[in-house]
């Protein structure tokens, strides 16, 4: 398993839009087992994403869904950075 | 929602031994949406834990579940430490 946590940006007032964004473009991909996205309490930009793919080249290949690029491409404007990240291995119950 | 984004340390050697612990005793919390946990491929001893809760209430509530009791009575000896700890607000999707 492959796994993600990262904490994405958004700009001043745009971390709404943003989640909608995240929410609406990443419900149909391959290999994802769990992707959720959270309102960062300390951080009104953050926006914590954690994920959980069945292998690293299933998240890889879903960055080039058309989906996902419609998502990229609409949230470019509004990402304002990354904070942290962290690459996971998951243990997922038997 | 509720969310907890951890790292926790086990004492050398019982990364493993910890693993199994936290997903024996974690299996059936009320109010939990979801709770992954990840070998930190980066430390030994790392073991991410994020956690996804209807209400932080019903998160306090499980640390008095006898399972969960149980699990963190068998986890004391072999855990090191808490390193990372981030408080989400998850958003879902409709």
Redesign the interface.
Known sequence: ?Y?L?GRMLSVDGQRDAL?DLL?EGT?EMPGCV?Y???????DPNGI?I?E?WETQAHHMASLKLPAVQTTIAKARPIIAGFA?R?????????
Chains 1, 2 share one sequence.
């Open positions: 398993m796994g946590i989640l929410l419900g769990s959720i996205v959270a309102r960062d309490p300390k914590w954690t959980v942290e962290f690459e996971t291995e998951p243990v997922l119950r038997s």
